[in-house]
């Protein structure tokens, strides 16, 4: 690992001033269970690292004007015992449980796992993030058997990689961002782009920008997440998806269905057309699910993850509903 200098800030202030003293140079390090690895890897090298550990308005859980907000620096091992967010947002908390590691539940944060960096293989071997030499794609001509299947037709063929982001675009959450002045709120899905160029990010903040809290909203959608895995204990999800459903008297008023590990960016299908008025049930699920999958284009070595993806959501669907997949 290259020699850094290290920054411990204790307010949101000071930590932005260390940010723009050297903005090329500079990464905020959140739990750092996959900062450090990447720069174990020699794939970032920055010349400082600023922690944001001792910050104290980026942890805790919290009511406040009846959304839950939970701090970006919050471990998930914190999450997934609250009682809140368990009331609040059983998908979320399935989300952070597959997280399957003890120590890495313990350290990892919920913003540092909104912002982790893309598994790609090609990434992490310091090809940057589209993978590319000599100007031709390595996924394409190479081993892409994890990579996307949705929103894959640019250069970017790499899968989001959150374990949480789909359960909160499901949820309809908020982030709020401090942007050095103050902070704004964004829509949870508003995080991810997909980029063009190798220059461009996966995220929309801009340079110096912290992560702050995660805002859900009051409404209490029914709600459960669904993860596929090879191997049932440490390892990344093949596919997942969360789903958020509005009932009324036991049928579908409003749904929402996430896609993750399938796509650059967490992959959101309004499928309320397809369930409104109607009581969920497994041919219901199905459908839906095939909907939300109608559009993949699988790469030469993945188009095993179609089904799984419709798997994954047609099991979380009639979780959220209360019923066995």
């Known amino acids: 690992m290259k020699d850094f200098a290290y920054a411990v800030p204790a307010t949101l202030a000071r930590a932005a001033a260390l940010w723009r003293e050297a903005p090329d140079a500079s990464r905020f390090l959140a739990g750092g269970t996959d900062l450090l690895g990447m720069m174990k890897d020699f794939v970032i090298q920055p010349a400082r690292v600023i922690s944001l550990a001792a910050i104290p308005e980026l942890r805790g859980i919290r009511e406040e004007d009846g959304a839950l907000v939970i701090g970006a620096m919050t471990p998930l091992g914190d ?36 912002l982790q960096r893309p598994r790609c293989w090609y990434f992490r071997r310091g090809f940057g993030l589209l993978g590319m030499k000599d100007g031709k794609s390595l996924v394409l001509d190479g ?33 709020l961002v401090w942007n050095g002045e103050g902070t704004r709120r964004m829509a949870a899905l508003d995080l991810y782009r997909t980029p063009e160029r190798e220059e461009e990010s996966e995220f929309s903040l801009a340079g110096g920008e912290i992560l702050v809290a995660v805002r859900l909203p009051a409404a209490r959608p029914a709600s459960a997440t669904c993860e596929v895995r ?8 093949v596919a997942a998806a969360s789903a ?82």
């Not at 994890?146 to 959450?173: C, E, M, R, T």
């Not at 090879?230 to 999800?237: A, E, T, V």
Request: charged share 20%.
């Open 143 to 175: 081993e892409d058997r994890f990579h996307a299947i949705l929103g894959n037709a640019g250069p970017a063929k790499f899968a989001s990689p959150s374990s949480i982001a789909p359960a909160l675009v499901a949820a309809g959450a908020e982030l």
């Open 244 to 325: 958020c459903l509005d009932l009324e008297n036991g049928r579908v008023a409003g749904a929402r269905l996430v896609l993750g590990q399938v796509a650059p960016v967490p992959w959101l299908v309004d499928v309320t057309s397809l369930l409104a008025g109607k009581p969920l049930d497994e041919e219901g699920a199905k459908a839906a699910a095939e909907a939300a999958l109608k559009d993949a284009t699988p790469l030469a070595g993945n188009g095993y993850k179609v089904q799984v993806a419709e798997v994954a959501a047609r099991r979380a669907l009639l979780a959220a509903a209360g019923k066995a997949g």
């Open 79 to 114: 999450v997934i015992a609250s009682p809140l967010v368990r009331a609040r947002c059983p998908a979320l908390v399935q989300a952070a449980a597959g997280i399957k590691s003890p120590q890495l539940r313990n350290m990892a944060t919920l913003g540092g796992d909104l």
């Open 230 to 237: 090879q191997r049932k204990s440490l390892d990344w999800p």
